[in-house]
């Protein structure tokens, strides 16, 4: 039988969290259990990020999964086929691509689900529905670049689903869509020389209009970037100490109050919540996480169903953790879950299993990846 771990969380007001194999507990919260059942496929990828979403329309979650990041490798699907079970799995195009980023949304308006590809040093690409969950080739988008991200968003406030592209130490740009699927030239923003890993969209100082939230690397600066309502985005407001690895960035009301806050996966420093003032500027900050934390994915749910939002982590070489917000955003208790030798790049959240808690499927790079499902504490 294998030992159980007790692990004290080191937060403001420390809760204590049991630690099994494949899951962990906490206090009155929430398991997160895996098993080799719930692996997404049998072999191991360089996978980069996963993306959970309804692309066959039965009523079930599937997953999403981009593979490769340096190096060429195929991308899939899994398809849910009920109560979590992925037991069909499609390739997402004929061609191996170094993928970091497959993002989904309904970009030719036909009422279905399509998946924009993001590639290292290889040209992006839309993959359009046909209603089943089966995707033809669509159009290509944007210059060959070091893409880290893609974000889908109506960044014009037109109706259909434009395309956000960061790419590290180089331009980032957006592009249009024709309300068709199709992409035109690229919009810049913020730096050219940025090392932008992932950019958030949030009418930040409630003027209406769409801003950017840029988590840069390498040292930089990250910044907010104001939308004048002309998608001219010269109004930059820093955050930060100006000298983060910032490697994931979110955006939602995580205190209740009514306005936006940042999170930011940061590495080799803990991660930050950044309270806002309804401005596109920062009221207070609330550290969580390790103190060399590797932080490589962020992601923001209320995984308790308790009305706040928690926080989930994925992390490199550390185990991956939800954080379930104690009511005001600045307080935490950690469940981990998974293995600490995992390389997580990606994580995405959704109800795979159909309980009504929202589950948690994760990208892992040099190992397989994982279902985790959100089960009670049982007493």
């Keep these: 039988m294998r030992r159980l771990r007790v692990i004290l969380i080191e937060m403001m007001f420390p809760a204590l969290c049991v630690v099994f194999p494949r899951g962990a507990m906490c206090g009155d919260e929430r398991t997160f259990m895996g098993s080799d059942r719930l692996s997404l496929g049998m072999f191991s990828n360089l996978s980069a990020s996963v993306r959970i979403a309804d692309v066959d329309q039965d009523d079930d979650l599937d997953v999403v999964v981009a593979n490769g990041r340096h190096w060429p490798q195929q991308n899939f699907l899994m398809i849910n086929q009920g109560r979590a079970r992925f037991s069909v799995q499609r390739r997402l195009g004929d061609e191996l691509r170094t993928t970091y980023a497959t993002e989904v949304a309904d970009l030719d308006g036909d009422g279905d689900l399509d998946i924009a590809v993001g590639n290292d040093m290889a040209p992006n690409r839309v993959f359009l529905n046909d209603g089943t969950g089966h995707f033809n080739p669509g ?3 944007g210059e060959i670049s070091s893409v880290r991200s893609l974000t889908l968003t109506d960044i014009d406030a037109d109706g259909d689903v434009d395309i956000l592209a960061t790419s590290r130490g180089r331009q980032n740009e957006m592009y249009l869509n024709d309300g068709a699927g199709g992409f035109g030239a690229g919009r810049p923003f913020g730096e050219r020389a940025d090392s932008t890993i992932d950019v958030a969209v949030a009418d930040l100082n409630q003027d209406g209009h769409a801003d ?18 002309h998608l001219n985005f010269t109004s930059r407001i820093p955050f930060g100490t100006g000298r983060d690895q910032t490697r994931s960035i979110a955006v939602a009301d995580i205190d209740g109050d009514g306005t936006l806050d940042l999170v930011a996966g940061n590495i080799e420093q803990p991660n930050s919540v950044y309270l806002g ?17 590797r932080t490589y994915a962020v992601a923001v749910a209320d995984m308790d169903n308790d009305g706040d939002l928690d926080l989930v982590a994925g992390n490199v070489a550390q185990q991956n953790a939800v954080f379930f917000n104690q009511s005001d955003g600045t307080k935490y208790s ?12 990606g994580l995405d959240t959704g109800d795979l299993d159909g309980d009504g808690f929202k589950d948690i499927a994760v990208a892992n790079s040099g190992s397989t990846n994982q279902v985790f499902l959100n089960r009670p504490l049982r007493k």
């Design 334 to 345: 950690e469940a981990r879950f998974g293995d600490e030798s995992d390389a997580t790049y």
């Design 139 to 141: 159009t290509t988008f």
């Design 277 to 293: 003032d309804g401005h596109g500027g920062i009221r207070a900050i609330a550290n969580f996480g390790r103190e060399d934390g």
């Design 212 to 229: 950017l939230v840029l988590a840069n690397r390498d040292g930089q600066q990250n910044y907010v970037l104001l939308n004048d309502g």
